[in-house]
Nanobody
Framework: QVQLVESGGGLVQPGGSLRLSCAASGSMFSIYDMGWYRQARGKQRELVAAITSGGSTNYVESVKGRFTISRDNAKNTVYLQMNSLKPEDTAVYYC?????????WGQGTQVTVSS
């Protein structure tokens, strides 16, 4: 069993930055592939960035060059550094841990980009 708790969301002006954190409890964090998803109001949840247990990363096209996903297995934490934020990045951001057919979700953290 893995519990995920996101933090770091908030209100930021366009062009600003935020860093989201996702702290995982439970054992064997390092074997999970981790991802950040987001869901804007009225839209489907989408994968924003992912990092495998081996450290490989991938991003949705709209955030490439602006967002960076990373993990610290010693701290059981995955991060999402978000730079050059745009109003269209506004959404609830969710952390996900996945291994084979098992998937865990956090409760989400709101990110609002507005002037």
């Amino acid at each position: 069993q893995v519990q995920l708790v996101e933090s770091g969301g908030g209100l930021v002006q366009p062009g600003g930055s935020l860093r989201l954190s996702c702290a995982a409890s439970g054992s064997m964090f390092s074997i999970y592939d981790m991802g950040w998803y987001r869901q804007a109001r009225g839209k489907q949840r989408e994968l924003v960035a992912a990092i495998t247990s081996g450290g490989s990363t991938n991003y949705v096209e709209s955030v490439k060059g602006r967002f960076t996903i990373s993990r610290d297995n010693a701290k059981n934490t995955v991060y999402l550094q978000m730079n050059s934020l745009k109003p269209e990045d506004t959404a609830v951001y969710y952390c996900n841990a996945r291994r084979l057919r098992i998937s865990y979700w956090g409760q989400g953290t709101q990110v609002t980009v507005s002037s």
